[in-house]
């Protein structure tokens, strides 16, 4: 699967439903949804992985509990825009999501997710709260899918 440019057809597709984006890695899942109208982005969960029919099967509920109708999936480039270590396996399990879940992929560059995610959570204020943090996966998910919903929104922009 090659990383291209956003279809007009999953760009119809995804201005009225919530878009899902995936930080794909081979311990853990990330995941953050947007908003129906594809103005925000906010970290959803981790998902540990277990095997690959379990992993898509708890994307395909969590896809179908948002009403989700377009993801986007982290492609790790290395600083120079070559392909990295974990590249080629993203790209499979892009193309294995879009097929067994009928729905759109794209491939959405994530060069420093991560490591913007990592400053994020460091800069945070340190508050004795029982409400649950977003962790590291999730929130470069969430950078991701910010990166890809203003891409999106700069190319509406252009063509108006």
């Known amino acids: 699967m090659q990383a291209s440019p956003i279809s007009a057809a999953s ?3 995804a201005s ?3 878009v899902l984006a ?14 129906e109208m594809g103005l925000t982005a906010r970290p959803l969960a981790t998902l540990t992985r277990t095997n690959r029919q ?9 896809a179908r509990k ?9 492609h790790p480039l ?3 825009g070559t392909a990295g270590e974990m590249t080629a396996e993203a790209e499979r399990f892009a193309a294995r999501v879009e097929k067994h879940l009928g729905l759109p992929v794209e491939l959405m560059d994530e060069r420093l997710s991560s490591w913007e995610a990592g400053q994020m959570i460091a800069a945070r204020p340190q508050r004795n709260s029982r409400k649950r943090k ?5 929130t470069a998910a969430a950078i991701i899918l910010r ?7 700069s190319r509406a922009a252009g063509k108006g």
Do not use: T
């Open 78 to 80: 290395n600083l120079d």
């Open 22 to 35: 995936v930080d794909y890695g081979r311990r853990r899942i990330g995941l953050a949804i947007s908003d």
């Open 66 to 74: 948002h009403g989700v109708r377009c993801l986007v999936v982290g």
């Open 11 to 13: 760009v119809a597709k």
């Open 16 to 18: 009225s439903a919530p």
């Open 147 to 153: 990166d890809f919903l203003a891409r999106k929104q």
């Open 54 to 62: 379990n992993d898509l099967r708890r994307l395909r509920e969590i």
């Open 134 to 138: 977003p962790g590291v996966d999730e």
